[in-house]
């Protein structure tokens, strides 16, 4: 970026007309140690919403994976391969974010509860079944839920996990 841009009367208002280009000078700043030049009140903003996408991000996987877990246990017949790449692809996404922000490792026990009703109410709109017919209680513990290879048994046989 040029050095012109850098001026703070040339990134003032940047952040409302162009954000990405008000990233890039707010990164040259920093790089710079340009520190006094900061829009600091949008950079604490930005800072503290990347923490907040992580978690939207973990409660959106999951109910993603509570619903495709509900819809393999209560729809054995129309089982594949796309469900159970759409369940691994989940847990993939939840385990690459909580290795990289270990401090959010508690953050699914905390939304579970949430993030299934989520995945109930979500099951129900795709395959058409009765809401209620789903059980108002998780029918697996959310170490179920994010182990490798786990996959619930239809509802009528002993779930032996």
Not at 27 to 44: G, P, Q, T, V
Not at 67 to 81: E, I, M, V
Not at 102 to 119: D, I, N, Q, T, W
Request: glycine content about 6%; aromatic content about 10%.
């Amino acid at each position: 970026m040029a050095k012109a841009a850098l001026k703070p009367q040339r990134t003032e208002g940047l952040y409302e007309t162009d954000f990405f280009l008000w990233t890039q000078a707010q990164a040259d700043l920093l790089r710079a140690r340009r520190f006094d030049e900061l829009d600091l009140e949008h950079l604490i903003d930005e800072v503290a919403s990347v923490g907040a996408s992580d978690k939207r991000e973990i409660r959106s996987r999951l109910t993603v994976l509570l619903t495709h877990l509900l819809k393999w246990k209560y729809q054995p017949g129309l089982r594949s391969s796309g469900w159970k790449g759409a369940i691994a692809e989940q847990r993939a996404g939840l385990a690459d974010l909580l290795a990289a922000s270990p401090s959010l490792r508690r953050y699914p026990g905390e939304v579970f509860a949430m993030c299934y009703l989520s995945g109930r109410r979500k099951a129900s709109e795709q395959t058409g079944i009765d809401f209620t017919l789903f059980p108002e209680q998780p029918p697996f513990t959310l170490e179920n839920v994010l182990a490798d290879g786990f996959l619930p048994k239809e509802p009528d046989l002993i779930d032996q996990s």
